[in-house]
């Protein structure tokens, strides 16, 4: 597994070792060891996500201020516009996002660790999206900030109006958000 550093020093990118034949491909799509080694935590999945979407749906930006949710993010069919925005007050890169594609093509993962906001839009005609999560889902404690927030200013490839669920919708602006300490 190859880790690949990014502008926010908690979140990274990860890209497997694929080996490939005539037969098609294998990889490891997930080792704990191996994980902990490289990004320098140990890590805790308990619950594995799985969600199907067409084009120009755009989910999130989802976080929960209690019991939040590390994730280890991929795509397994299509392709998605990951975006990951840091709520930590106290971080030197609070309120910064960081994107990337992630593709069943490249086999790529992103590691947003708890204490971000997530969401994604899907490029693609049709995405499936897998994730593991480092905590349950606790609906009562879900948050949501708006996707379009000026202040975030996040680049979405969005060529048409995106397809927003009504929770979406009513996301809060990121200045009155509820935010880590």
Not at 42 to 52: E, I, M, P, T, Y
Not at 67 to 88: E, F, M, N, S
Not at 118 to 140: I, M, N, R
Request: aromatic share 12%.
């Amino acid at each position: 597994m190859n880790i690949i550093p990014t502008k926010v020093s908690d979140v990274f990118i990860t890209e497997p070792r694929v080996f490939e034949d005539e037969r098609g491909f294998f990889y490891e799509s997930y080792n704990e060891k191996a994980f902990a080694e490289k990004i320098g935590v140990d890590v805790h999945f308990v619950q594995d996500n799985h969600s199907r979407s067409t084009k120009n749906v755009l989910r999130g930006l989802h976080y929960q201020i209690q019991q939040p949710q590390g994730k280890l993010v991929r795509v397994v069919v299509g392709t998605i516009y990951d975006v990951a925005v840091d709520l930590r007050k106290s971080s030197p890169s609070f309120g910064q996002w960081i994107s990337c594609l992630l593709s069943a093509e490249n086999k790529r993962q992103f590691w947003i660790p708890p204490g971000f906001a997530h969401g994604f839009c899907v490029v693609s005609d049709v995405a499936e999206v897998l994730y593991k999560a480092t905590d349950y889902y606790a609906p009562t404690h879900e948050r949501c900030v708006l996707w379009n927030d000026s202040d975030l200013a996040i680049d979405w490839p969005v060529k048409d109006s995106p397809v927003i669920s009504k929770k979406d919708q009513m996301g809060q602006p990121f200045k009155t958000a509820e935010v880590f300490p």
